[in-house]
Structures are given as C-alpha cells and as structure tokens.
C-alpha cells in the first residue's frame, strides 16, 4: 500500500513496514511514519529509507541518529502571533454579531496577555482591518466586513476555525518536470537585483517565474555547479539536523543498520565534505569562479539572516551561504564575526500565513523577521573557529 497520510492520523491498519522516499524534515515527522508498524502482538517497529539524492542519505541518517540519542523538536508556539488575535476578533463577532469598538480589546484581554501582544499594536489591527474593510462599523459597533466574508465566509466560516496552516513552500518545476520544494525565503533577491540561483537536485538553477497564487516557481538550469554542491537544499532544516549531518560527514564510522550502498555513497561523500570539526566552519574560496563559499551548517533560517546582512550578491541554503564576487580576507572575516543585522526592506515577499493580510504592512514585516531569525544559530556561526580553505 502506497499512501502520503501516515501523519495524518488516518487509519490505514496494520502496517508491518514503512518505506520512506527521502527523508523528512523533522525527527518528529520521522516517529509519526515509523509508529505506523509494530502494531501487532511480537511485531517490531520497522521503516526503510530510499533515498534518492546524496543529501537526502546524509538527512536520513542524521535523522536516525538524532532519534537514537532521544532527541525529537520541541513545541513551540508562534513568535508574536498577531494573526491569532486578528482570528480571534473575526470570530468573537461572528458568535456575538456585533460588539462596541471600545469593547473588543478588553473582551480579549486574557489572550493579549497570555500571549505576550502589544495592546497599542493589537489597536493598529483593528484600524487596519477596519481600512481593508475585513471589519465594518456602524455607531460604534464592530461586526464582520465585507472584504473578511470574500476571504474566509466560505463553507460557513470553515477557515476561522483553525489557525494552523502548511508551511509555505513552493513547488519548483523545470519546464513539466518538478525538482523538488523550497521555502519561499529562498527567492530572497540579493542587494543588487541578480538572478535568484537554487541548489536542488544535485545541481543549480536559475529562478525564473515566480507564481505567488500558485505557489509555484519555474527554473533553467544555471552552469554554476561547482565543488561540494551535493549538500545544496532548500527545503528548511532546523540547525540541530544540519548540525547532525555535519556530525556524520565528521564521523569515520558506518553505522549497522546503513546497506553497502549507503555505506559507499556516505563514504564518498565524506571525503570532500567541507567540514572539519563540530566547532569550527569553513570558508572555501573558489577563485576561478570569484565566489566565496562559508559551509556553517546552521539551518535555513540563520543562514537567511546571515546572507541578509551582506550588502552584495549572495545565496544561501540550510547548509551555506555562498557571497559572489573576488573579495578580500579581511572583509570576510569581518563580515563573519560583525552583528547580523537584516534590512526589513530587502524582504522583498511575504510567506503567506494564515490571516496575515489582517496585519499592517509594517506588522507583517516585523512578525516575519522574529519568524525567520534564528539568532541562537547565528551567534554560533559567527562566534566558531573558522578555517579558510582554497576550493581548487
């Protein structure tokens, strides 16, 4: 049986194995699939990698090893979510119909409050959502707009029921062909306006159209591949299994339960992984293609921030953050250990999470950045010993 649902809580009965097709993002996601076998009296819990991609066995076996030391994510609820208080005003007037203007911040006092939100920011929602007519008010009364109806009246307010919402990727495709999914962060345009490049299928590529509505973005093969491209993904991984796989490529060993053929390929790709202690980065200088490679293996979130305070042309993924360009020692070295410090107007898309067009342009962009940040990884990027290398 071939099924996509085993997180979703859909009963597809006894399973006595699960076959994996790459690896999932998450500890968490992998001990949801794998709890799907051993279900039965004297059976055991079983799952089996296939993985299709040089990356996707280094992220499966640094997801195994995470789940064998006991790791799995922590919960954590949403930095400054002041799209849940947005919900909450649609919802509370459309229980009660309408409700005096003056009354709706203290009606939801409780959750202000427990959820840490500036009350003069929570007013400047109500303004705004009054603005885009997501609210309407008649003699001082609150009630539901017009424009809030268009958005989510549909199926009888289904879409305020819940506040969860898919992460926000897109899907890229090479012409009818689709190569994989990245994070829309990853069309992070560089200061000066170049071409958006992506790592994905073992090999680069070159943004071209972007469907925002569709969530989708179409690609051309970029004559960028260079050395140590194998690890290139944007698909967002937390630090802690980026961390993980750099520990693998680290380790001499060979784990039992990995086949002969994944003992070669980790084999193989150990031999120019460009790592060289858990404590340390490196910085591979590529002088024939006048780039400069820093592998911090700090997740997609850092090094987006990382590559958001260099002012020149830079891409980066989970792995590294790749600067364009013939650039001295000095200025490297400086940008490394400088304060990251993003510039909200070089974000230049919006991931579109639920109820965000609730929220003021200016709250928007400030509830991203505290989205995106990662400041705990950075901080160890920036701070860990560097060692420089020549690529050629």
């Not at 203007?101 to 959750?111: K, P």
């Not at 060979?254 to 031999?271: G, L």
């Not at 820093?294 to 305070?309: I, P, V």
């Amino acid at each position: 049986m071939a099924t996509s649902t085993l997180e979703l809580g859909i009963d597809v009965g006894d399973l006595d194995r699960v076959i994996q097709i790459d690896a999932p993002a998450t500890v968490a996601s992998f001990l949801q699939r794998l709890g799907r076998t051993g279900r039965r009296s004297g059976a055991k819990r079983n799952c089996l990698f296939l993985a299709t991609s040089p990356e996707s066995l280094l992220q499966a076996a640094a997801l195994v090893e995470l789940w064998r030391e006991g790791y799995v994510e922590p919960i954590k609820p949403p930095a400054v979510p002041y799209h849940l208080f947005a919900q909450q005003v649609l919802a509370l007037l459309l229980q009660q119909g309408a409700i005096p203007e003056n009354r709706i911040l203290s009606a939801l006092a409780g959750l202000i409050r427990s959820a840490c939100l500036n009350e003069a920011a929570c007013a400047d929602i109500i303004r705004h959502m009054l603005e885009m007519c997501l609210l309407a008010s008649d003699s001082g009364l609150l009630m539901v707009g017009d424009q809030a109806e268009r958005l989510y009246g549909a199926k009888h307010y289904i879409t305020l029921l819940s506040i969860f919402d898919s992460p926000p990727l897109f899907t890229v495709f090479w012409g009818p062909k689709e190569i994989g999914a990245v994070h829309p962060i990853s069309f992070h345009a560089d200061a000066r306006g170049g071409p958006v490049i992506l790592s994905l299928a073992g090999r680069s590529w070159q943004v071209g159209h972007i469907d925002w509505d569709r969530q989708a973005a179409q690609v051309t093969p970029a004559d960028d591949r260079g050395k140590s491209r194998w690890l290139g993904e944007s698909r967002p991984l937390s630090n802690k299994l980026c961390q993980a796989v750099r520990n693998v490529l680290l380790d001499s060993d060979a784990s039992s339960w990995w086949s002969k053929r994944a003992k070669d390929q980790i084999a193989s790709a150990r031999e120019n992984a460009p790592a060289v202690a858990s404590d340390a980065t490196v910085v591979e200088i590529d002088t024939d293609r006048a780039r400069v490679t820093w592998w911090t293996f700090a997740g997609l979130n850092a090094n987006f921030e990382l590559a958001a305070s260099w002012p020149g042309t830079v891409r980066f993924d989970n792995f590294s953050v790749t600067l364009e360009g013939r650039i001295p020692l000095d200025r490297i070295h400086e940008w490394i250990r400088a304060e990251s410090l993003v510039d909200p107007t070089r974000l230049d898309l919006l991931p579109r999470w639920k109820f965000h067009e609730c929220l003021p342009p200016k709250l928007q962009k400030e509830s991203l950045l505290v989205r995106l940040q990662d400041r705990t990884s950075v901080e160890i990027a920036r701070t860990s010993r560097i060692e420089y290398r020549d690529s050629a």
